[in-house]
């Protein structure tokens, strides 16, 4: 496969396919969503500020049509708290909420307007300050105010005792103080973060009532929120079910009556559900298709549409640097010129992939044109393979060694420790699967207790910060032992205060390299999976990320 780029492009195909004629119904509202000027995720401007309303998008010689329910599928929900909840619950919760800032929610190319009508930050990027929409009623007809809009950026960027939030890691460090002046939302940073607007639309970042809240606890077993639709059941292990917000602060929206998500656990029963159109788009990243899934259902299904997905799965070899035989370097050099990462895509990916590098998505990959020339990379591998065994020669392992891969139960990390051992086998490591539960697998992480590791990393948005927990010093999910790497840490802790695009660009690549050369852990290939929308969905875009524009009030079905 070709860069991120080369995806955009299949997507925006696909998108242009999806706009197949319907009879129209009920006349086209004037929107009332806001379009600032373009704030990019991952590029913090100065202010944003709210223009005209602009025209829905739509198909040529189709009118959006009011009506239906639109189903859609996961996997499991442990929790309805968007905040709290680290599966993929809060893409199907998030319909009944609104975030201060929010992907676009018809094209999600951008940052909007949320709850903050516009917002500003200060020339040093110290000081942000959000104007807090007026007007907005919660489900329960209270009104929105700027108190709950402070109790609820500071629950995600600081938890009281006993409520995790998914995004504190990301808020707390740099976050002084979150008060309010007027109608107005005041944060206080440390220093300047570069992902603080993606962070605040993201799905997780979900807006409360805090009387609601207090009154409840948590928000664990219900949904009360600004979003365009209401909670109205929700049955554990088999369904939950959103109702139309009548009095929603976006006039005209949302046009379906309602949406459901059917909790599925087994796949080929989603498969089904899918194939059957009882359910109008599949999941998405997790419990999205695989691309084996995607080929089978459109052989038999070729009205069927299947978008790439915005986010990635990384599968990763993650190495022991504390102990033997990889505190040597030449050793993890050696694993590093051993790995076919062309093969990779073809075996673990099934063709639809990305070349296992650091930063897969662009602006922050490495070109591919460059890639496929650096060791590790080259194509034929005889060149790396002779130089992996002069290293393992010169480390004192000329007759390999035996190791033990531990792999999580999920099939990406089964399937990538397997595929480790045939790599590996090329320069006499001897190498076994270990698989275990993911308790005993994290523990084991944490405790040093591994020799090697098989487990992937999830991309929230294209933005470097998320993949540093797997891999830079103090990472919440990097068991690599690579915790004396001062160079590496100076670079990660730098590259998100900078604020000017092309200086952090800069900044990473090298960090990039630096990680090709040091090889606490080696990403083998980037996981590319789909979703996959019936005929009758319209004004659905992956957009930039998958836990962006998740509210569901540009969807229509024509039908």
């Known amino acids: 496969m070709g860069t991120r780029r080369s995806l955009i492009a299949v997507l925006t195909v696909l998108g242009l396919l999806l706009a197949a004629c319907a009879p129209a119904a009920a006349p086209t509202p004037k929107p009332a969503l806001p379009s600032p000027a373009p704030t990019k995720v991952g590029a913090a401007t100065p202010e944003a500020k709210p223009a005209a309303p602009a025209a829905t998008p739509k198909p040529a010689g189709e009118t959006p049509k009011y009506g239906g329910i639109f189903t859609t599928t996961v996997t499991n929900m442990a929790s309805l708290d968007p905040q709290q909840d680290t599966g993929a619950v809060y893409m199907n919760v998030a319909p009944m909420y609104t975030t201060l800032v929010q992907g676009h929610p018809l094209t999600n190319d951008k940052i909007v307007p949320g709850l903050a009508e516009k917002w500003e930050m200060s020339q040093d990027g110290l000081a942000w300050t959000f104007d807090i929409r007026q007007g907005v009623k919660f489900h329960d007809g209270t009104p929105f105010t700027i108190d709950d809009a402070v109790f609820s950026v500071k629950r995600l960027a600081d938890p009281p005792r006993g409520i995790v939030s998914n995004a504190a890691y990301l808020l707390k460090p740099v976050v002084k103080s979150i008060d309010k002046e007027g109608n107005k939302l005041k944060m206080a940073l440390s220093s300047p973060f570069a992902l603080l607007l993606d962070t605040l639309g993201l799905s997780h970042s979900a807006i409360y009532s805090q009387k609601y809240v207090e009154q409840h606890g948590d928000m664990k077993r219900t949904a009360m929120g600004t979003g365009p639709f209401k909670f109205k059941a929700y049955t554990p292990g088999t369904i939950l079910e959103g109702v139309k917000n009548l009095d929603f602060w976006v006039k005209g929206r949302p046009y379906l009556d309602g ?169 006499g490591v001897r190498a076994k699967v270990q698989v275990v539960g993911d308790a005993e697998f994290w523990e084991t992480g944490r405790q040093a207790r591994h020799e090697a590791m098989s487990y992937t990393s999830v991309f929230f948005t294209p933005d470097p910060q998320w993949g540093g927990r797997s891999w830079a010093p103090g990472g919440t999910l990097n068991f690599s032992g690579n915790e004396d790497d001062k160079e590496l840490a100076r670079m990660f802790d730098e590259q998100i205060k900078i604020l000017d695009l092309a200086q952090r660009k800069a900044l990473i690549r090298k960090m990039a390299e630096h990680l090709l050369n040091a090889l606490p852990a080696m990403p083998v290939v980037w996981h590319q999976v789909f979703i996959g929308a019936g005929p009758e969905v319209r004004n659905f875009t992956p957009g930039i990320s998958d836990y962006l524009a998740n509210t569901l009030e540009e969807i229509w079905l024509a039908k």
């Open 259 to 427: 949406y459901r998500v059917l909790i599925i656990s087994d796949p080929a029963t989603r498969l089904a559900a899918f194939r059957t159109g009882k359910i109008n788009r599949t999941g998405k990243t997790t419990y999205a298709l695989t691309p084996t899934e995607m080929e089978t259902v459109a052989k038999d299904n070729p009205a069927l549409k299947f978008y790439p997905s915005a986010s990635v799965n990384g599968a990763w070899f993650f190495l022991n640097t504390r102990r033997p035989p990889f505190q040597d370097q030449r050793v993890r050099t050696a694993v590093h010129l051993a790995l076919d990462r062309q093969a990779a895509i073809k075996v673990l990916a099934k063709g639809k992939g990305l070349l296992g590098q650091p930063l897969p998505l662009d602006p922050w990959a490495i070109p591919e044109a460059e890639l496929v020339k650096m060791p590790g990379y080259r194509q034929p591998k005889d060149a790396d393979i002779q130089d992996a065994k002069r290293l393992m020669r010169e480390a004192g392992y000329a007759d390999g060694f035996d190791l033990a891969i531990w792999a999580r139960q999920q099939w990406q990390s089964r399937e990538s420790a397997v595929f480790m051992t045939n790599q590996l086998a090329a320069i």
